[in-house]
C-alpha cells in the first residue's frame, strides 16, 4: 500500500509569491492533516480535513488556507509568502472511519520543504 | 503552560542498550490519545506507538514500548535493544478530544537520540 505522498519535494519561492502544496493520503484515508515545522516553533498544527470539509484549524494567519477534494487528497495555499514561513510542511493521513471516531494512527508524508527568499 | 514537554533536548545510547526518553503532557480531557513518533535526517515522521488514555496496558511495538503513567501524565518511550539506525529525532504527540474526531496533535520539542557503536 502506497504511504501518504507530498509534492513537490522542495520549493523555492520569493517575499510575496503564493505556494501550493499538494498531498494525497493513504488509500482508503479520509482525513488528512496539515503541520508546520521550523527550527524555532517545532511543529505546529495548521488544519484538518474530512470529507472535504474543514474541522479543525491551528492559529495561523488567514494567508494558510487549504481544502479537501472528493478524492480525499488535499492542498494548501499561502499567499503572500514572508521569510518566517520557510519551513518543512507535514501532511499526516488518518483513516477516519467515522467523522467523530478515535484514530489510532496518523501517517505523514514526506515533507515539502519551502523555502522563502 | 506547556501540553507536551519533553525535557531531553539530546540523549547517547550504547548499541544494543535500553533507553528512555521522557515525556510528560498536561490535559484536563479524559479522552485523549499519545504517540510518538521518530523523524531521521530525512524528515519523514515515521509513527511508532500509540497510547490510548483508557487503555489498561502499556502499548508495545516490536522494540518499542510505552510507559504509561497516567496519574504522573507521563508517557516515556522505552527503545530496548538500540540499533545505529535509531539515531534520529523523537517526538511526542498528543491528541485531546479524542472522541469529538478531532485530530490535530500537539508536538513536544523532541529529544535528539544519538545510538553509538
Known amino acids: 500500500k502506497a504511504g501518504v505522498t507530498q509534492t513537490p519535494r522542495y520549493l523555492i519561492k520569493t517575499r510575496g509569491q503564493q505556494v501550493t502544496l499538494s498531498c494525497s493520503p493513504i488509500s482508503g484515508h479520509r482525513s488528512v492533516s496539515w503541520y508546520q515545522q521550523t527550527p524555532g516553533q517545532g511543529l505546529q498544527f495548521l488544519f484538518e480535513?474530512?470529507?472535504?470539509?474543514?474541522?479543525n484549524k491551528g492559529n495561523f494567519p488567514g494567508r494558510f488556507s487549504g481544502r479537501q477534494f472528493s478524492n480525499s487528497r488535499s492542498e494548501m495555499n499561502v499567499s503572500t509568502l514572508e521569510l518566517g514561513d520557510s519551513a518543512l510542511y507535514l501532511c499526516a493521513s488518518s483513516l477516519a472511519l467515522l467523522a467523530g471516531g478515535p484514530d489510532n494512527e496518523q501517517f505523514f508524508g514526506p515533507g515539502t520543504r519551502l523555502t522563502v527568499l | 503552560a506547556q501540553k507536551i514537554t519533553q525535557t531531553q533536548p539530546g540523549m547517547f545510547v550504547q548499541e544494543k542498550e535500553a533507553v528512555t526518553l521522557d515525556c510528560t503532557y498536561d490535559?484536563?480531557?479524559?479522552?485523549?490519545?499519545l504517540f510518538w513518533y521518530k523523524q531521521p535526517s530525512s524528515g519523514e515522521m515515521i509513527f511508532l506507538i500509540y497510547q490510548g488514555s483508557y487503555d489498561q496496558q502499556n502499548a508495545t511495538e516490536g522494540r518499542y514500548s510505552l510507559n504509561f503513567q497516567k496519574a504522573r501524565k507521563s508517557a516515556n518511550l522505552v527503545i530496548s535493544a538500540s540499533q545505529l539506525g535509531d539515531s534520529a529525532m523523537y517526538f511526542c504527540?498528543?491528541?485531546?478530544?479524542?472522541?469529538?474526531?478531532?485530530?490535530?496533535?500537539?508536538f513536544g520539542s523532541g529529544t535528539r537520540l544519538q545510538v553509538q557503536p
Open positions: 504527540a498528543m491528541r485531546e478530544n479524542a472522541d469529538t474526531g478531532r485530530r490535530a496533535l500537539t
Open positions: 480535513y474530512f470529507s472535504e470539509t474543514q474541522r
Open positions: 490535559t484536563s480531557d479524559p479522552s485523549y490519545g
